[in-house]
């Protein structure tokens, strides 16, 4: 009959086993930290963002939480999203982590959301923040307003304006990207 067989019904079976198919396929664009801090005060901004983000590139992406408890490997997401609007108090093992999450090719977007000056400070501090931590021999600088992330020609074109992004270059790539404006609100 086509159905899928399980410990419930075969129709309550079938339908998870199809929305999964449905779901399951899309690419992972953004993984969203879990830590210790506050890191899920907007827990529904992910998903807004990629309903924006299917609509400009014409293609379905998804986003997932990665936790920060569980082995770098299975860390999925091209961009890792950490949040918060206090200090996450990362250990130097997390650190150590998402310093192995950037050397396979992964990025850092970090957002401060609501007043998180406690959360800006421990990512962006000179001597302490968390970029120091991570990258010491690169710096944490304004990003340019003619990078390409606020050009027109990109698929989603920032507002330069109105945003105010800083990065983590090694002059090939960018590993992170951090801004202090809250952009998940829903």
């Known amino acids: 009959d086509g159905s899928w067989k399980g410990p419930v019904s075969p129709t309550i079976c079938t339908a998870y086993a199809v929305m999964f198919l449905e779901r399951g396929i899309h690419p992972i664009l953004f993984g969203k930290l879990q830590h210790g801090g506050d890191w899920n005060n907007r827990p529904r901004a992910l998903s ?52 192995t999450y950037v050397q396979r090719g992964g990025m850092i977007l970090s957002i401060t959301e609501g007043n998180g000056v406690g959360f800006s400070k421990a990512m962006t501090d000179p001597q302490t923040g968390l970029y120091k931590k991570l990258f010491p021999n690169y710096e944490l600088a304004l990003l340019p307003s003619d990078h390409g992330l606020y050009s027109k020609k990109t698929h989603y074109a920032l507002p330069a304006g109105e945003l105010k992004l800083s990065w983590v270059t090694n002059g090939v790539r960018a590993l992170a990207l951090h801004t202090d404006v809250d952009l998940m609100l829903p």
Request: proline share 6%.
């Open 48 to 99: 807004n963002a990629m309903v924006k983000f299917n609509i400009c590139l014409e293609y379905a992406v998804a986003w997932q939480v990665e936790d920060l408890r569980a082995p770098v490997d299975q860390w999925n997401a091209p961009i890792l999203v950490v949040t918060g609007s206090v200090d996450p108090h990362f250990s130097d093992a997390d650190i150590n982590k998402m310093r």
